[in-house]
């Protein structure tokens, strides 16, 4: 069994109940139609987390609480989670970001955008 199987079977024995592969290749596909650069298809993710993931939420980083207060693209075109705690702020990548549970609405596709980043399809 590969690693990302393994990944997936122990999500889902926790009760995580996460979107398959197939859909994961689906919402990639829907993502990045049309574009051909990997910069064009990191901004089909971008546009595609604006639309639908919510926010605000709040996860956990380091032993924290933080909240995730919106997204953003940084100038070398990282899709990134800018996070406060107080009035510190950080933006982090979100293929780093910690993800709480349950998931806000929209999750799937940070699943969907690492999977992609990955290498998955």
């Known amino acids: ?21 197939a859909k994961l290749d689906e919402m990639i596909e829907e993502a990045i139609v049309d574009a051909y650069r990997e910069s064009e298809q990191t901004v089909g993710f971008y546009t595609m987390l604006d639309d639908n993931l919510a926010v605000p939420f709040r996860t956990g980083m380091l032993g924290v609480e933080v909240k995730v207060e919106r997204i953003d693209m940084a100038d070398d075109e ?39 980043a990955r290498g998955g399809r």
């Open 1 to 21: 069994m590969t690693g990302s199987k393994k990944t997936t079977t122990a999500k889902r024995q926790m009760g995580y109940q996460g979107p398959s592969d």
């Open 78 to 116: 990282q899709i990134v989670a800018v996070c406060s705690r107080g009035k510190a702020r950080q933006r982090v990548p979100i293929l780093d970001l910690p993800l709480p549970s349950p998931q806000p609405e929209g999750a799937d596709w940070i699943e969907a955008f690492r999977r992609w």
